[in-house]
């Protein structure tokens, strides 16, 4: 085989190096995420040790590899190496987090944060060092193969540095678009572990059979021509190596500032990291292949690499300049898509354009960088392998520690804009390094380049705007589809209605409170761009999340909550008798922000019963050997990256082993940007653990999950004594609740209609997690889903799961009470279904009553049943009472109307209508049937199951003499109503017969897999 044939193949596999590369280090942070958790210094740690592999990988083998006889054999060594090691690795990871979790909860490490991140550090490093350092030593290996005379150093360092780098970006590809979002984590780098090892097979046979072709002798520079070679002293080549660790930690600190900027703009999702990564990663990839040009070898490549420093410094400050135009421009451009399933990937697409062209300058000049600096150290050395060893060592040391100082210091410290300016000054920097003590460079070329620098930087300090804060908290990743403002000045006018009265950019988030300039006392929690708690809209369900647990436990005490927010959540805890309230908060900001939220939370913060712990609240479960009584979590939305953990099935087990055995666990969820499909994979997720799950709502779009190991047995004596408590039904009243019937009219779904729900054949797990890759698409399409609506069993009175069912039976509700929950589902919980039903019972029992008929008629208007439609009819009756057409639209609004009013409190029969209905009725046997099949599923809708059976019982008589006759009427209907009828007189050996028949004749019937759940339940309790 030909040697160029070889380079070819083996340039092919160092694409794949590239690949596994990137996929690997996604991957490894996901795992290493699930015991040392997904805090800022648990990310960085990870992070900072994988690069510190890399640079340690690139140092050692650099030093050894100019004396490889054989270099690709090396390298396929290496590749088999980190395959084999891969393959383990879900197995090594599990077995050492188990390790690291028991014994920091055993030595207590939480309460030792010093000692805490030491050791994750020290987990970090036994997982990550060894594959990590394989990796960065099959850099310089694979150099010493390529170049083979040092006026090439350039161009095949570049071409290595290309083709690795554009492998990272396919690898981005694959990680954050395909492999972990279709297979799981397990899979992913199983299939990846398999790359490696091909791409090491393949390696190590060119190796054996063509050996000579590695017999390598590097051609020293006095043997090339040199007319375009350059003179390189020890100091020089001293401070090229510096420049390059300097320019290594002002890449870093850019990736991670370019990020935290770019969050406010295009959202926190996975697929909005990964687009950033792909931008990021894809100039450097540009700038590699962009130095591997024959045109830049009459360049003096010393010179050049300061040009290419002080290039990022400018082109950075100039894209910087426009940073508030982004988020206008991006909104104008998501007018050009349709919020749809279908446009969701071609607006990625346009994201990552956005990205790339703010990145493009500043990371083209940073991929020029490395290999430039690279051949400049070799031709000091006369040496590849070390000279790229070096280079790229420090470069990779230098990352390290702009991980480090980014995250702990500049951003903390100075914020966003003002570390921007560090990564600046470090590029100029690290070009007046070269510049001062360069020979090539006249006195005067020293002088004019380093005033020009300063000139522009200080410039640039001086002039450039103060950063608009409230741009960054705009959130326009929210409005995308909506109408944007005219215009630019538009944009900013329209946060003209609210004052920031705090804002602080941390090291996880940049967390501002702003406050309405109208109402002082509207106030809004915003994370990322993203309003995560407020005074206002969110209040009743910071409230109940609070209030639920206490008032349905009967004796809390230890409770755990789960994420601060505005703290009002705890603020309601804290109204019981409980003895210790414990958070787990991942942002020192958020808490920093507490005091502002003092009115709403009652000062929580500072009740000695509080412990609030700033850590991740899966650490923190599975570091903590406590039971509690109550576990509340309301973490932020499921579309933002790493949050879909919280809502995971090994997360709510964690949750279920921390409870008591008669704990309660409360889950927030969102149906507001949700489509079905992530609704019931976050219902299947939560029922999959708590066998007794129940559903209540608190704010129109907003769900409260509560599970629990055995089924929750409450005191209506109990709930009564809480709620008299003055602090508890202040708390209430400050939501609309004014008593005891109006918060359990909140339970919308009890354990058995929970059920009827779900199905666990899917569920979000953390190896392979769904609702990652499924919440941000629903996110874009920005519909509420209204999956749960169907199954509001306050309309059911054939069963008496719910509480207030109960409770009504023991303390019939008064007419103050009546009111108030009209009130509340008008107002708050928007349940306009159930507010027409209160207030047309209403109605009848106080006909005269002005507030009463009041209520009646928003809730007829809210529920959308149309007065003049019924006015009409009425009148048009009036005038042709014989005809049939007009007298069964009349009774179609009628039977519509009252189907809708009816509640568990009070059914409003439909019999007369359905009278109607059968009179007006052609005689012939098909319309016969056809009416009795409607009218029995109505009664049954209607939960008149005995007028549903006789309707059934007709249908049966005419099908008895004419079998055939089932051909020509809605059949899946008559067996659906069948099967149920049959349930609810537990007359099993019919409801089979029904449901076989139904499953022969419609298998894809839309009630079928409910009609399903019913039966398994019934079966369930009744065994």
């Not at 028991?102 to 997982?127: E, H, W």
């Not at 070898?297 to 135009?325: D, G, P």
């Not at 109505?938 to 007709?954: D, G, H, I, P, R």
Request: aromatic share 14%.
């Amino acid at each position: 085989m030909q040697k160029q044939n070889v380079r070819i193949v083996v340039s092919l596999l160092f694409v794949v190096s590239g690949i596994a590369g990137l996929v690997y280090q996604v991957v490894w942070f996901k795992y290493l995420s699930l015991f040392l958790g997904n805090t800022t210094y648990a990310q960085m740690t990870v992070l900072a040790t994988f690069l510190g592999g890399l640079a340690l990988g690139n140092y050692l083998f650099g030093k050894k590899s100019d004396s490889f006889d054989n270099p690709v054999r090396i390298y396929s060594l290496l590749e088999l190496f980190i395959g084999a090691y891969c393959l383990l690795y879900p197995t090594i990871s599990s077995l050492v987090g188990n390790l690291f979790l028991s014994t920091a909860s055993n030595l207590d490490l939480i309460s030792k944060p010093f000692l805490f991140t030491g050791t994750r550090f020290l987990v970090a490093g036994i997982l990550l060092l060894l594959p990590a350092t394989a990796m960065g030593g099959t850099l310089p290996v694979l150099s010493k193969f390529f170049v083979e005379r040092i006026q090439d150093a350039r161009k095949e360092i570049a071409s290595l540095y290309f083709l690795n780098s554009f492998g990272a970006v396919v690898g981005v590809v694959f990680a954050g678009f395909v492999l972990i979002k279709e297979f799981g984590l397990d899979i992913t780098i199983y299939s990846t572990a398999f790359l490696n090892i091909i791409a090491g097979f393949v390696g190590f046979y060119l190796s054996k059979k063509q050996n000579k072709i590695f017999e390598l002798e590097l051609i020293p520079a006095e043997d090339a021509d040199n007319s375009n070679f350059f003179e390189v002293d020890k100091q020089i080549a001293k401070r090229v190596v510096l420049v390059a660790g300097i320019s290594g930690m002002a890449a870093l600190l850019y990736e991670m500032v370019w990020v935290r900027l770019l969050i406010n703009f295009f959202g926190s999702s996975t697929y909005a990291f990964s687009i950033m990564l792909m931008a990021f990663i894809g100039g450097i990839t540009i700038g590699s292949l962009v130095v591997t040009q024959n045109v830049l070898k009459k360049y003096n490549y010393v010179k050049l690499l300061t040009i290419l420093q002080s290039a990022i410094a400018f082109s950075t400050m100039f894209v910087l300049l426009f940073y508030e135009r982004l988020p206008y421009s991006l909104w104008k451009v998501s007018m050009l898509f349709s919020k749809s399933q279908e446009s969701f990937e071609y607006f990625l697409v346009v994201e990552f354009i956005f990205c790339f062209c703010l990145m493009l300058l500043p990371t083209l000049f940073m991929g020029m960088s490395l290999p430039v600096a690279s051949e400049i150290v070799s031709n000091f050395n006369k040496k590849i392998g070390v000279s790229v060893g070096q280079v790229f060592s420090v470069n990779t040391l230098g990352t390290v520690v702009g991980v480090i100082l980014t995250g702990l210091i500049f951003i903390p410290l100075f914020g966003i804009k003002s570390t921007f300016e560090i990564g600046i000054a470090l590029n100029l920097f690290g070009a007046f390094l070269l510049i001062s003590k360069y020979k090539f460079f006249s006195i005067k070329e020293k002088v004019s380049f380093s005033s020009i620098c300063a000139f522009v930087f200080f410039s640039y300090l001086v002039f450039s705007p103060r950063w608009n804060e409230k741009v960054l908290l705009s959130g326009v990743f929210r409005s995308f589809g909506a109408l944007p403002p005219s215009s630019f000045n538009e944009f900013t006018k329209g946060f003209s209605d609210e004052k920031i009265i705090f804002y602080k950019e941390g090291m996880s988030a940049t967390v501002a409170v702003t406050q309405s300039i109208r109402n002082n006392v509207n106030k809004r929690l915003i994370i990322n761009g993203k309003p995560d708690a407020s005074t206002y809209f969110d209040m009743p369900t910071q409230v109940l999340l609070g209030e639920i647990p206490m008032m349905l436990h009967q004796n809390p005490k230890n409770i755990f909550v789960v994420g601060f927010g505005s703290g009002t959540t705890i603020g309601s805890v804290l109204n019981s008798p409980v003895k210790k309230v414990v958070c787990a908060e991942i942002s020192k900001e958020v808490i920093s922000a507490a005091a502002l939220f003092k009115r709403e939370n009652k000062n929580c913060i500072n009740d000695p019963r509080v412990n609030i712990i700033n850590e991740d609240a899966v650490t923190l479960l599975k570091l903590s050997k406590e039971k509690y009584d109550v576990i509340i979590s309301e973490p932020s939305n499921p579309w933002v990256a790493g949050i879909g953990n919280l809502f995971s099935k090994e997360y709510f087990e964690k949750c279920s082993a921390s409870l008591k055995e008669n704990g309660i666990m409360v889950q927030w969820f969102h149906l507001y940007e949700a489509d079905d499909d992530v609704v019931k994979l976050v219902l299947n997720t939560f029922s999959s653990v708590f066998p007794y799950s129940q559903l209540w709502g608190g704010t129109a779009n907003d769900i409260i999950l509560v599970g629990s190991k055995k089924e929750i047995k409450v005191s209506f004596e109990s709930i009564n004594s809480k709620f008299a408590s003055p602090l508890i039904k202040q708390d209430f009243e400050r939501i609309g609740i004014n008593n005891p019937f109006t918060f359990l009219a909140c339970q919308s779904v009890s354990p058995r209609g929970f059920f009827t729900m779900i199905n666990n054949s899917l569920v979000n797990s953390e190896i392979h997690p769904h609702l990652e890759f499924l919440a941000p698409r629903a996110f874009f399409v920005g519909k509420p889903s209204n999956y749960i609506y169907s199954f509001d069993e306050k309309f059911d009175t054939l069963y008496s799961g719910l509480f207030i069912k109960e409770y009504a039976k023991k303390y019939p509700p008064q007419k103050n009470d009546l009111l108030n929950s009209v009130e509340y589902s008008l107002n708050v919980s928007n349940n306009y279904r159930f507010a027409f039903g209160i207030s047309k019972y209403l109605r009848e029992l106080f006909p005269n009553d002005y507030l009463s008929n009041f209520l009646y008629s928003l809730a007829f208007e809210k529920l959308g049943i149309i007065n003049a439609r019924r006015s009409s009819l009425e009148r048009m009756i009036n005038l042709f009472p014989d005809s049939l057409q007009i007298n069964k639209d009349y009774n179609n609004v009628l039977l519509n109307e009252k189907i809708n009013s009816s509640t568990f409190l009070h059914i409003f029969s439909i019999e007369n209508e359905t009278n109607s209905f059968i009179k007006t009725t052609k005689p012939d046997s098909v319309s016969r049937l056809s009416v009795y099949i409607q009218l029995a599923k109505a009664f049954l809708q209607n939960s008149e199951v005995l007028n549903a059976e006789k309707m059934l019982t007709f249908s049966e008589n005419y099908l008895r003499y004419s079998p055939l006759l089932i051909k020509s009427v809605r059949a899946d209907d008559f067996y659906y109503v069948g099967a149920m009828v049959n349930l609810y007189k537990k007359e099993y050996e019919k409801v089979f017969g029904y449901y076989l028949a139904l499953i022969n004749h419609n298998p894809n019937y839309e009630n079928l897999f409910r009609l399903r759940r019913l039966v398994s339940w019934h079966l369930k309790i009744d065994r």
